[in-house]
Nanobody
Framework: QVQLVESGGGLVQPGGSLRLSCAAS????????MGWYRQAPGKQRELVTT???????NYADSVKGRFTISRDNAENTVYLQMNSLKPEDTAVYYC???????????????WGPGTQVTVSS
């Protein structure tokens, strides 16, 4: 099985910064795409950003220019640098990844348990 674990969440003031990490572990042959989603209270889970194995990225309009996704393929880890944080960024942030299992190369897609980000004065 493949597991994802997020870290780095917490409380930050508006305008502040936070860096989230997500480490994948388990029977991994390859990882195709890694990304971040978030879910605020009373709202549906939404895409924040994704990054492919080749480094191609996409961002939700609400975070463009403020958030940056990156990955370390050697460590099977994806990061989310969040700058100029706003109260509306408050949510549980979930890591998502997909790829191939070792040794049979079957496709997998899994989520982390989430990490809370709270932007408040």
């Amino acid at each position: 099985q493949v597991q994802l674990v997020e870290s780095g969440g917490g409380l930050v003031q508006p305008g502040g910064s936070l860096r989230l990490s997500c480490a994948a572990s388990g029977s991994i042959f390859s990882i195709y795409t890694m990304g971040w989603y978030r879910q605020a209270p009373g709202k549906q889970r939404e895409l924040v950003t994704t990054i492919t194995s080749g480094g191609s990225t996409n961002y939700a309009d609400s975070v463009k220019g403020r958030f940056t996704i990156s990955r370390d393929n050697a460590e099977n880890t994806v990061y989310l640098q969040m700058n100029s944080l706003k109260p509306e960024d408050t949510a549980v942030y979930y890591c998502n990844a997909n790829g191939q299992r070792r040794p049979n190369k079957e496709y997998w897609n899994t989520w982390g348990p989430g990490t809370q980000v709270t932007v408040s004065s």
